[in-house]
């Protein structure tokens, strides 16, 4: 752990988002005004938002963020895949902050605690966190301008799971389900969907692991993950968080927006899929 007060520093602006604090601002700003939530949608308890450069997937994260209720989040707890490091355990932030160009997003350092010592495979760690070894972890990063331009006040639990087999998904879900409270706090899995796909391909793939987010199934999300029928890098973290809500009997879920990097660029041999959705939505 860090045996200092920490603050995460910025490790991917000015490659996935604008390093340059009132362009980021003014970018975010414009994807969340033209991602109107659906007509009569209540606010969720949790999102699906996906993590590549905002040039290929911002405007469909916005789709999620844009449904947050900004006056019922204190805190928002971020579960995301690790890309830059490998360890086996599910890593919880053991820092006091990340930064990014729009300033500093504290930690709730309480509900951190609470769910590090939920189970053996959770832990306060920096590992899954890094900042400076070549690129960084992006993951959780990107989300978090979305955040700081719609609830500003809100504090964050960064969350990297090193593992995402069975038991350390439903480990995190038992953890989220018995320390956080829904009535205050946003739950946000960030993931993007099938990797490096011809378009068709990369579409059946997406169709199916939608099919299971919207059904509300995270044990059939992890079963189709395992057998290959869909694709994800975060498909635990959404697992896990469709999980925990179930287990606090919220069990919604509602599938906002896919595309792949085919539908931006044109590039089709190849392309990384992205979804938004949003679950639990409360009455």
Do not use: K, W
Request: glycine share 8%; with cysteine; charged share 20%.
């Amino acid at each position: 752990m860090h045996p200092t007060s920490y603050i995460r520093p910025p490790a991917v602006a000015g490659m996935f988002y604008p390093a340059d604090p009132v362009v980021l601002a003014r970018d975010v700003d414009r994807m969340l005004t033209a991602a109107t939530p659906p007509p009569g949608a209540a606010p969720p308890h949790a999102l699906l938002a996906p993590h590549a450069g905002y040039r290929y997937s911002g405007a469909i994260a916005a789709r999620a963020f844009a449904c947050i209720d900004a006056e019922r989040v204190d805190t928002v707890v971020l579960v995301g895949p690790s890309h830059v490091e490998a360890f086996d355990f599910t890593s919880v932030f053991d820092g006091d902050a990340f930064a990014t160009p729009l300033g500093e997003v504290a930690v709730d350092a309480a509900l951190a605690a609470a769910l590090a010592a939920a189970a053996p495979s959770i832990r306060r760690s920096p590992r899954g966190h890094a900042a400076g070894r070549g690129r960084g972890e992006h993951a959780l990063e990107v989300m978090l301008p979305f955040l700081q331009r719609r609830c500003p006040r809100a504090r964050i639990v960064p969350i990297t799971m090193g593992s995402q087999s069975h038991a350390a998904c439903t480990d995190l879900a038992d953890a989220i389900a018995r320390h956080a409270d829904f009535a205050r706090t946003l739950i946000v899995a960030s993931s993007d969907l099938s990797h490096f796909h011809p378009y068709d391909e990369a579409v059946l793939l997406d169709t199916e692991f939608c099919a299971r987010v919207a059904a509300m199934d995270g044990e059939a999300l992890l079963t189709g993950l395992a057998r290959g029928r869909c694709e994800a890098c975060g498909g635990g973290p959404t697992a896990a968080v469709m999980l925990a809500l179930a287990r606090v009997h919220r069990g919604t879920a509602r599938v906002l927006a896919r595309i792949n990097s085919g539908d931006v660029t044109g590039e089709r041999e190849s392309v990384v899929g992205y979804a938004a959705a949003v679950f639990g939505e409360a009455a």
